[in-house]
């Protein structure tokens, strides 16, 4: 007399492929589901990486456009995937274009105001003078 485990075996083989096969194609979904939503989401930031502005309406990527070419460059070796690295790495490379950052991006005063928007005109200002100026435009003094 036959074991009645070995006649079903080949059933439970042949299920077990199944299941397999089964768990595989969700798998392969799944990790197509998630692929085309990272590349959508990247997509959707590449579009409006040029088109930020800062607190105060300025674009905050003024020079896209002349650096986008590097920029993919610099995607492509690998340098970083952070898009604001890369159009900082992008601008450094180029000499006339950070020349032109330089002047439409001006550093920001100790109150985060763009430059030129605090109330000094003297130029440099001594330590003191700072802190008194800041407190001023947060309208502590």
Partial sequence: MKDPGIR????????????KSEYEAYRNNDIATITNAIKEAQAEAITLFPQEKDAYGRLTHPH???????MVE???????????????????SSPKVRQMER????????TNSPAGTSSNKAGSLTLRQAWDQSLAELGYK
């Fill in 74 to 92: 610099l995607l492509g070796r690998g340098a970083s995937e952070d898009l604001e690295e890369v159009y900082h790495m992008a601008v450094a």
């Fill in 103 to 110: 002047k439409t991006n001006p550093s920001l005063s100790l």
């Fill in 64 to 70: 896209f456009n002349k650096v986008r070419a590097k």
């Fill in 8 to 19: 079903k075996a080949p059933q439970a083989a042949v299920e077990a492929s199944k299941l």
